[in-house]
């Protein structure tokens, strides 16, 4: 199947700055892209689609301007996520479509 | 949007032992996928399977797409089965997944 990899792993920071995670698919190219957050114990809420040369689409409840997504190729999208908080604290996955979805292996991000 | 629900939500099995996790969708959709998310939190692909049964080793999957269900067949389980177990389905053009169903294989 296709590989979808992200990085990094996971990340520490400290409340009030700012991570970038990247999303790549590593053998295909993707003009879409999404993002999705899991808490633990739970299940997977997408957060935004991501478009290759346009603006991301952010699902209800999602802050736009706290989570920066960027496609700027066919095989990379990024998230920011701006000022972050301990309530950010999550693992966000992302995924790619050649033919079915293919996901990432996820970041795990903890904001102290 | 559309409701997925998953059945059971936990599970605890025997090594051996065969078991059926199901799948309800409130509407149509065009694609339909299952996945098993190890420990470490990377979702597998088990099967992209909107209508008909497939099978891949001591797995194997049925959607019938007419009554908004899928079941995921696991026989002979293993220890190495462990873990959740996600439905996903797709409406139009993205994903949307049910609650999981969270799988221990006892040895």
């Known amino acids: 199947g296709a590989v979808v990899s992200q990085h990094p792993s996971w990340v520490i920071c400290k409340s009030g700055t700012s991570v970038k995670i990247e999303c790549r698919s590593l053998?295909?190219?993707?003009?879409?892209m999404f993002w999705y957050r899991q808490f633990p114990k739970q299940s997977l809420m997408l957060m935004a689609t991501s478009n290759e040369g346009s603006k991301a689409t952010y699902e209800q409840g999602v802050e736009k301007d706290k989570f920066l997504i960027n496609h700027a190729s066919l095989t990379l999208s990024t998230l920011t996520v701006t000022s972050a908080h301990p309530e950010d604290s999550s693992f966000y996955i992302c995924s790619a479509r050649s033919g079915e979805q293919f996901f990432g292996p996820g970041t795990r991000l903890t904001v102290l | 949007g559309i409701q997925v629900e998953q059945s059971p939500p936990d599970l605890i099995l025997q090594e051996g032992a065969n078991s059926t996790l199901r799948c309800n969708f409130s509407d149509s959709v065009n694609n339909l996928q299952w996945f098993h998310q190890n420990p470490w939190g990377q979702l597998i692909n088990l099967f992209y399977i909107p209508s008909g049964t497939k099978q891949n080793g001591r797995l194997s999957a049925t959607t019938v797409a007419t009554e908004r269900y899928s079941l995921l067949y696991i026989s002979s389980s293993q220890t190495t089965d462990s873990g959740v177990y996600f439905c996903?389905?797709?409406?139009?053009?993205?994903?949307?997944f049910g609650g999981g169903t969270r799988l221990m294989v006892k040895p």
């Open positions: 996903a389905v797709d409406p139009g053009n993205m994903l949307t």
């Open positions: 053998d295909f190219q993707a003009t879409t």
